[in-house]
């Protein structure tokens, strides 16, 4: 009976989005974790949604102790932001293992991340405003708006690369057009907090097509081409190898590196160091990839046309 239960249970890699898009920490550290958690979850009939709630209380926790010029408590928000990533990483995982993806599940995603950080700027504010004033509130402010871009266009082409991967039922890739019919269909009276999500998912959207005309130029004639069909196979292979490069750097605008980044400083005693490297390092790293992968969508749009 032990034996078939095991059998029964879903594999790790099939709970994952694929290797392309995998982070060495994550592989090895978060996706083990945040896949017993998906199994303990799923055993108790948690779903992912009231997983990704869950993580929004550990990380705002997190925040909270980072407020403090005390280590034991600094530690301690370093452990509660790592607990709420492995969950954060548990939802996604259980929603693949369970089929229950929905899009108000990948709004509330990310999400997750937004309370995250938005508790960890206040604390770190409140806690430098007596020896910085105002500067360290224009710091943070003009990080968190860079840190909202960089963000949103790793997770962009994040999905791009899993939708020339996988297609479409592989990756999150959403364009406002088809968001707008669907939000038009909901009513505030019924719908009133996925329209809410919706509002905000949908402006996201929009900003992230607004930096990469290209890609929808590309999008845009692929799909007169091909009469919406999907992408043959020799675009779809050849556009992988020119993309796969970029998730490294995708990966390190995402979490891993920017939580190193804000342990260290945090620790140290100089957490205003987490804003100058959003402001400067990260946003290198974006310019940079944004201006590679439009080039590479120029390069495939002549390819198509020739």
Known sequence: MTNNIKKSRPSIESTLKSADTEEF??????????YRWALFFDKLGVTPNQ??????FLGVGAGICFYYHDLYLNLLGVFLLVWANSYDSADGQLARMTG????????????????????????????????WSFWIL?????????????????????????????????????????LAEKYKALSWENNFMVKTFETFYLRYTGNQ????????????????KYQGEAAPEWFRSEFRSLSL????????????????VLFVSVLTGFPWVYFVFELTILN???????????????????????
Request: proline share 3%; glycine share 4%.
């Open 25 to 34: 920490i994550d592989i090895y550290f978060y996706r083990p974790i945040g």
């Open 51 to 56: 997983i990704s709630i869950a993580s929004i």
């Open 100 to 131: 229950q993806k929905s899009n108000l599940g990948r709004m509330l995603d990310g999400a997750c991340g937004d309370f995250w950080f938005i508790s960890i700027y206040l604390a770190i504010v409140f806690k430098m405003f007596p020896y």
């Open 138 to 178: 224009a710091l943070a402010a003009a990080a968190g708006y860079f840190h909202s871009k960089q963000a949103a266009m790793a997770d962009y082409y994040r999905n791009i690369h899993l939708f020339f991967l996988k297609g479409k039922s592989g990756s999150e890739l959403d364009n406002t057009k088809d």
């Open 209 to 224: 097509e607004k930096a990469s005309p290209k890609f929808q130029l590309m999008q845009h004639s692929l799909h007169k």
């Open 245 to 260: 490069p970029l998730m490294k750097y995708t990966n390190i605008l995402s979490f891993n590196t920017r939580a190193i």
């Open 284 to 306: 290198f790293i974006l310019v940079y990839m944004i201006k590679k992968h439009e080039s590479i969508c120029v390069k495939m749009t002549k390819k198509l046309l020739e």
